[in-house]
Each structure stands twice: as structure tokens, then as C-alpha cells.
């Protein structure tokens, strides 16, 4: 990835933490975007240490003309962009009939309208370009319904997400840009509460491996799809969740 730039999205914490550190590691420069700025100076600075060259663009992702400037931010510090990364997402669990308006209003613009936004936005700048690759972080409730949890706008969200991914690889593949998806399971982070005991039996014993998974076990999949390694990828939809829908 070296001379490369990626913008991860949410890389304040969590996934997109772990993804910036990835594709750092492996040698492209970072534009952090998120609105936390605290969680952003310290992932920042974790990742200099390290010699990663990154800056954080603060970016609330539900406005457009906030994308617009994240993109011109991170052309003009480090003079171009590669890789796009849409990770930031929200989850509310709520039994269908308790949804209210706002909840799912709040679910669709992080996980959808912004995320097609960042597509489009950042997506323009990479066919005019003739080179670019986008992953947009989908999950496997684009797939099942998760369980005992109910989360329906979260899972309507993602499904959107895949076939999004697969709509834009489709129309932009002549342009030399490739659109992926990952769609990942159980992984510990603030939004999946992994060792709380009430999601024990179906978050943990019913999946194949017997386990929640780990950031460092999936940015791997980010890296791969990021590069060249997976040159003759686009339109997928890359499931990493420990087998969990198998059943
Ligand atoms: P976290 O809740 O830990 O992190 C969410 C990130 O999204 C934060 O960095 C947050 O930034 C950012 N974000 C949210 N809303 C906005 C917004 N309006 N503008 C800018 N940034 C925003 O989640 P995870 O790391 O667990 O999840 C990352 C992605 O992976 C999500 O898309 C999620 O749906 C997906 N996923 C996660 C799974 C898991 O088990 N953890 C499983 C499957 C998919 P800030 O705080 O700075 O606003």
C-alpha cells in the first residue's frame, strides 16, 4: 500500500481503528474522518508512533458538504486518494414495534445515505481519476437476522449496503474503480457487547468457531480488499464471521 492514501470512515475507534492500522502498517497514510476528536488525537497519535503518516479530518458523514471537504482535505495534505473505506455505522436494537421515526431515521443516515454520499462523493473523484477502490463495511445481518437482539433497520441498512456494492462495482468496474463489501459477525468493539451473558448462547455457542472475533482477525480482509492482492475482486460481498452463517 505504500504511496497509497486511504479515508476510513469512523476510524475514532472501534473496526475503523483497527482498519487505519492495517492498511498503515502495510504502508499507506490515513485520513482519520470521525466527530470524536479525543478518540481521534489518540488514535492518531498511536499510529505516528508507529511512523504511520495519518491526519484526522473531522467529519459529521450525515452532511454532504462535510464529505466534500474530507475529500479536499485529504487531496490537499496528501495529494490524492485511493482507497475509500466506509465503515462508521450505528446500531439500535428495538423490537420492530417500538422503532420510532427518529431511530430509524438515525440507523438509514449513518449506515446508508451517508455511506452512498462518501460512494458518490468520493466515488466521482476515483472514476474521473480512473483508479480507485471503495469497501463499504456491510455485516452479516445484511445476510441473517440477528438473534435474540432485534435490530430491523440496522438489518435493512446492511442488506442496502451489499447491493449497493454490488450496483456501483457493476457501473464503475469500466472506470478501473472496484467496489467491495465485507460483511463481518461478532467482533468486540463499543457496538457489539460480545461478553454480555444474555447474548452468550446465540452470539457465541451457536456459531461454528465458538467465539467472537477480534479487529486484528479481520482488517487482514480490509487489506486484502484494499489492494492489489485483490485486483480481480469487485462487487463481493466478503463474509469473515467465524462461520456463524453457515446455519
Ligand atoms: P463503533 O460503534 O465502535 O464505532 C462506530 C464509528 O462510527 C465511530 O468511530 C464513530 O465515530 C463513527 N460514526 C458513527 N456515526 C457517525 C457520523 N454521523 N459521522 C461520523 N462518524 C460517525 O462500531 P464498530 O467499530 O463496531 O463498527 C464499525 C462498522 O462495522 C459499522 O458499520 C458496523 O455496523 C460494522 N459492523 C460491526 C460489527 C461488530 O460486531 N462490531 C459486526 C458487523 C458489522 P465518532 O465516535 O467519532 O463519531
Not at 476510524?11 to 492495517?22: D, E, K, S, V
Request: aromatic share 8%; net charge negative; proline share 3%.
Amino acid at each position: 500500500m505504500q504511496g497509497r492514501v486511504a479515508i476510513v470512515t469512523g476510524a475514532t475507534r472501534g473496526l475503523g481503528a483497527g482498519f487505519a492500522q492495517a492498511l498503515g502498517e502495510a504502508g499507506a497514510s490515513i485520513a482519520v474522518a470521525g466527530r470524536d476528536r479525543e478518540a481521534a488525537d489518540t488514535v492518531v497519535s498511536g499510529l505516528r508512533e508507529q511512523g504511520i503518516d495519518c491526519d484526522f479530518f473531522a467529519t459529521e458523514l450525515t452532511e454532504s458538504s462535510d464529505i466534500q471537504k474530507l475529500l479536499e482535505r485529504t487531496i490537499d495534505r496528501f495529494g490524492r486518494a485511493d482507497v475509500l473505506v466506509n465503515n462508521a455505522g450505528a446500531c439500535i436494537h428495538a423490537p420492530a414495534l417500538d422503532v420510532t421515526a427518529e431511530d430509524w431515521q438515525h440507523v438509514m443516515d449513518v449506515n446508508l445515505n451517508a455511506l452512498w454520499m462518501c460512494c458518490q462523493t468520493i466515488g466521482r473523484h476515483f472514476v474521473q481519476q480512473k483508479h480507485g477502490v471503495i469497501i463499504n463495511i456491510g455485516s452479516m445481518s445484511g445476510i441473517i437476522v440477528n438473534r435474540p437482539q432485534w435490530q430491523p433497520a440496522y438489518n435493512a441498512s446492511k442488506a442496502a449496503v451489499h447491493q449497493l456494492t454490488r450496483s456501483l462495482a457493476a457501473e464503475w468496474g469500466q472506470f478501473g474503480v472496484r467496489v467491495n463489501a465485507l460483511a463481518p459477525g461478532y467482533i468486540k468493539t463499543d457496538m457489539s457487547p460480545v461478553d454480555d451473558p444474555r447474548y452468550r448462547q446465540n452470539w457465541i455457542e451457536d456459531a461454528p468457531l465458538k467465539r467472537y472475533g477480534v479487529v486484528e482477525e479481520l482488517a487482514p480482509a480490509v487489506l486484502f480488499l484494499a489492494s492489489d492482492a485483490s485486483s480481480f475482486v469487485t462487487g463481493s460481498v466478503l463474509v469473515a464471521d467465524g462461520g456463524y452463517t453457515v446455519f
